[in-house]
C-alpha cells in the first residue's frame, strides 16, 4: 500500500528535483510494408505508422494530467529501415526517409527512430542504399533519427563499416552546418545496439520484437543527487543503498506511467529503461552526482569508479521495481546535455580520454560530443572503433554520437538549445589513425563470443 509520505515524497521529486518520464516510445514493426515498389511502401508505411500512434500523443498529455508526472517526450522507434530499403528495386530511398518524417509530424510526436542498419557482420544492399542516403535524409527531415550496429560481441567490428561511418558522419555535419550540424547530433553508432531502446537518436523497433509495443524511459538524476546529499559521510555501502532505493522509487513510477499508456493505447507493454539521462537543466545532471560522492569536478581521478558504483546501483534498484527492466539502462553522459559536464569540459577537467574510460562502466558511450570542424573523417572512425572495441570486449553496448562542427575550433561553442543543450569544442589527438582504420575487413570477435 502506497503511504502518504510516498506520495509527497514522488511529489518532491515532480517539483524540485526535476523527476519525469523522458519519454514514452511506441515501437512499431514495418515489416508487413515491404514490397518491390516504394511508393507501395511509402504509402504503407505512412498508413500504418499513422494509424497505430495516433492517440499516442494525446494518451501521454492525459496520463500527464492524471497524474500531475511531466512526460517530456512522446516517440516512435520503427523496424530498422533498411530492411524495407531490400525490398525496394529504387536505387533513391529518400522519399522513405520524408515519408516517416511526414508520419512523425501527422501524429505529433518529437521524434521517430529506426532509419537504421545493421552491418556489424557485413552489408547487404538494402544496408548499402540507407546508409549512402544518411546524410541527406538527416538534412532534408527535421524528425528522422538515424542508427547503425557496426560491431557485437559475437560478431567483431566490421571496420569497413566503422570507415564509412566516419565519412558519413563529417558529410552529415557539412549538409547540416546552417542548422549548428544538428544532423550529426541525430545519427548514432552502436555496438551491440538493443532492440528495445526508447531513447533518441538510437532507438529501433527489433526484429525480435512484437507487432507494437510500448516502452518508457525515465530520468531522475536530480532525485539521486538530493538522496546523496542525504547521507553526506556515508561510505560505499550506504551510497550504493541509497542509490539503489532512490532507483527503486524512480522506476515504479516508470512502470505505471508504462501500464497506463499500454492499457489506454492497447498496445503491450514492452520495458521500462531507468537511465539517468541528464539535461542541461540545473539540478539534473549526472556529473553532479558523481561529485555529490565526493568529487571535486567530473573526470578528475576517481570519476570512472564512482560511475560504476553509479550505474550499478541504478541497475539493481530498477530490476527489483519491474521485472521487464530494459533498454540502455544506467547511467547516460552526454557532454551538451549535462550542466555538470559541461562545466567539466569549459575548465578541461574533462577530455574525451577520460569520457572514453568511464564509457566502460556506464550505459552508452562517447554521446553528444562535439569536436572541431577540421576534425577528418578518419579520426572519427578511430574513435568509433576504441569505442566499438570497449563494447564489444565487454558485452555492453556502447555507442558514438559525435558533431565536428563546421567553422568551429577548440574553445568555442555549439548551442542546440533545449535538451541538447551546448556543447563545447573538445579537443582530439593531433595523431592520425587513418592508416589503421584504412586496412578495412573486420576485426575478429573476441574469445568472450564464444558462449555455446
Partial sequence: M??????????????QENLDIRTITMGISLRDCCSDNLQTVCDRVYEKITRCAQDLVPVGEAIERKYGIPIVNKRISITPAALLAESCRSADILPLARTLDRAAKATGVNFIGGYSALVHKGYTNGDRRLIDSIPEALAETDLVCSSVNIGSTRAGINMDAVREMGE???????????????????????????????????????????????????????????????????????????????????????????????????????IVDLSLAPTPAVGDSVAHILEEM???????????????????????????????????????????????????????????????????????????????????????????????????????????????????????????????????????????CERFVSRGGRIPAPLQSLKN
Avoid: W
Avoid at 502506497?2 to 517539483?15: K, V
Avoid at 507487432?211 to 550504493?240: H, R, T, W
Avoid at 559536464?341 to 556506464?362: D, Q, Y
Fill in 2 to 15: 502506497i503511504s502518504y509520505s510516498d506520495i509527497l515524497e514522488t511529489i518532491q521529486m515532480i517539483e
Fill in 168 to 270: 558519413i558522419i563529417k558529410k552529415t555535419a557539412d549538409l547540416t552546418a546552417s542548422r549548428n550540424a544538428i544532423g550529426a547530433a541525430k545519427l548514432v553508432v552502436f555496438c551491440n545496439a538493443v532492440e528495445d531502446n526508447p531513447f533518441m537518436a538510437g532507438a529501433f523497433h527489433g526484429v525480435g520484437e512484437g507487432e507494437c509495443v510500448i516502452n518508457v524511459g525515465v530520468s531522475g538524476p536530480g532525485v539521486v543527487a538530493n538522496a546523496l546529499k542525504k547521507v553526506p559521510d556515508g561510505d560505499f555501502s550506504v551510497i550504493a543503498d541509497t542509490v539503489k532505493k532512490t532507483a527503486f522509487k524512480i522506476t515504479r513510477v516508470g512502470q505505471l506511467v508504462a501500464h497506463e499508456a499500454a492499457s489506454a493505447l492497447h498496445v503491450p507493454f514492452g
Fill in 294 to 432: 565526493g568529487l571535486e569536478c567530473c573526470g578528475t581521478h576517481g570519476t570512472t569508479a564512482a560511475l560504476a558504483l553509479l550505474n550499478d546501483a541504478v541497475k539493481k534498484g530498477g530490476i527489483m521495481a519491474s521485472s521487464h527492466v530494459g533498454g540502455l539502462s544506467g547511467a547516460f553522459i552526454p557532454v551538451s546535455e549535462d550542466a555538470g559536464m559541461i562545466h567539466a569540459a569549459k575548465c578541461g577537467a574533462l577530455s574525451i580520454e577520460k569520457l572514453e574510460a568511464m564509457t566502460a562502466v556506464c550505459s552508452v558511450g562517447l554521446d553528444m560530443i562535439v569536436v572541431p570542424g577540421t576534425t577528418s573523417a578518419a579520426t572519427i572512425s578511430g574513435i568509433i572503433a576504441d569505442e566499438a572495441a570497449i563494447g564489444m570486449v565487454n558485452h555492453k553496448t556502447t555507442a558514438v554520437r559525435i558533431i565536428p562542427a563546421p567553422g568551429k575550433d577548440v574553445g568555442d561553442e555549439l548551442d542546440f538549445g533545449g535538451l541538447l543543450g551546448c556543447g563545447p569544442v573538445m579537443p582530439l589527438s593531433q595523431y592520425s
